[in-house]
């Protein structure tokens, strides 16, 4: 079975400062893994995803990620938060033989100018 | 069209009362998936079809729901005699084949049960 859990469910970070945003996944086989931003009253948007090789990531919007099978974790990363990037943030896996994504509970991410 | 495209993308009806939901995947995304989000909450699975056929319905909280996709593209989830607990936002994604594929969401369907 895989599962997603995501800390702090509400992230607050200065403009221009580090957002890091967490994320542990338990998964009885390697994973894949995604992380998925939403805007007020929008859909899921894919920012990046973990599938073999690299294990260091880029997206879009300035994020990477970096998946530490060691530690089960794929924490979401950039350098330099925006006000644009304001928004609720979600991580999700899937088993390499499975067919449905399990989301995290999300972290809203609030930029203060 | 270049995206998932959900109808209505919003719906109010009264308790008791039945809905569809209708969901347009990208052209040639052999996967589709519904999800249901509350509040608050990431996105919970429903269904999951490849093709015309359901591959996964075991997200489906009981027998008010269904869900078709008859020709293996327009999918339509259906829910009977509604109850204000089946409140939320209603997604539907597609995706190429492959586990390893990205979904892309539709932007959703916010049904409220009065």
């Known amino acids: 079975a895989q599962s997603v859990t995501q800390l702090g469910s509400h992230v607050s970070v200065s403009e221009g400062a580090l957002v890091l945003l967490r994320c542990n996944y338990s998964?009885?086989?390697?994973?894949?893994l995604f992380w998925y931003v939403q805007y007020p009253n929008q859909g899921l948007q894919l920012l990046l995803k973990?599938?073999?090789?690299?294990?260091l990531v880029k997206g879009i919007n300035g994020f990477e990620a970096e998946f530490k099978k060691s530690e089960t974790s794929f924490h979401l990363t950039k350098p330099s938060a925006h006000m644009s990037d304001a928004a609720e943030y979600f991580c999700?896996?899937?088993?390499?033989?499975?067919?449905?994504?399990?989301f995290g509970t999300g972290t809203s991410l609030t930029v203060i100018p | 069209g270049a995206g998932v495209s959900q109808t209505p993308s919003n719906k109010v009806t009264e308790k008791g009362k039945y809905v569809e939901l209708r969901c347009d995947p990208i052209?040639?995304?052999?996967?589709l998936y519904w999800y249901r989000q509350s509040l608050g909450q990431g996105p919970e699975f429903l269904i999951y079809?490849?093709?015309?056929?359901?591959?996964?319905d075991s997200g489906l909280p009981n027998d008010r729901f269904f869900a078709v996709r008859p020709e293996g593209s327009v999918s339509t989830l259906k829910i009977q005699r509604t109850e204000r607990g089946d409140s939320a936002v209603y997604l539907c994604?597609?995706?190429?084949?492959?586990?390893?594929?990205?979904?892309?969401f539709g932007q959703g369907t916010r049904l409220t049960v009065v």
């Open positions: 973990y599938t073999t090789g690299a294990t």
């Open positions: 998964s009885s086989v390697p994973p894949y």
């Open positions: 999700a896996v899937r088993a390499n033989t499975g067919n449905q994504f399990y």
């Open positions: 052209s040639g995304h052999t996967a």
């Open positions: 079809f490849q093709g015309t056929g359901a591959a996964d």
């Open positions: 994604a597609s995706s190429l084949f492959g586990s390893n594929t990205e979904a892309f």
